[in-house]
């Protein structure tokens, strides 16, 4: 069975900052892209980050480009995203996905308030 975990998420201020942590089990991870996407309270699923197996490309958002960093370490199985300078609009939950295989987390909930 594939398993992704995140962690890191937590109340945090505006102006702060969060680094989430996702690790996968029961998956060839080096193998595949990983993403990063969120979804704030009533609203639709967003993309927020992607990087690619060797960490050469990273994709960002408009919305949080400059302010995170995805990252990876393929021999713990873990993706990684370095959240900076936190605004109330990145109040979501954050999910990593492994979309070629089809493998979404649970989630983990990001909250921005004074």
């Known amino acids: 069975e594939v398993q992704l975990v995140e962690s890191g998420g937590g109340l945090v201020q505006p102006g702060g900052s969060l680094r989430l942590s996702c690790t996968a089990s029961?998956?060839?991870?080096?193998?595949?892209?990983m993403y990063w996407v969120r979804q704030a309270s009533g609203k639709g699923l967003e993309w927020v980050s992607s990087?690619?197996?060797?960490?050469?490309?990273?994709d960002y958002a408009d919305s949080v480009k400059g302010r995170f960093a995805i990252s990876r370490d393929n021999a713990r199985n873990t993706v990684y995203l370095q959240m900076n300078n936190l605004k109330p609009a990145d109040m979501a939950r954050y999910y990593c996905?492994?979309?070629?295989?089809?493998?979404w987390g649970q989630g983990t909930q990001v909250t921005v308030s004074s």
């Open positions: 029961g998956l060839m991870f080096s193998s595949y892209w």
């Open positions: 990087i690619n197996m060797r960490s050469t490309v990273a």
């Open positions: 996905v492994s979309l070629q295989t089809g493998n």
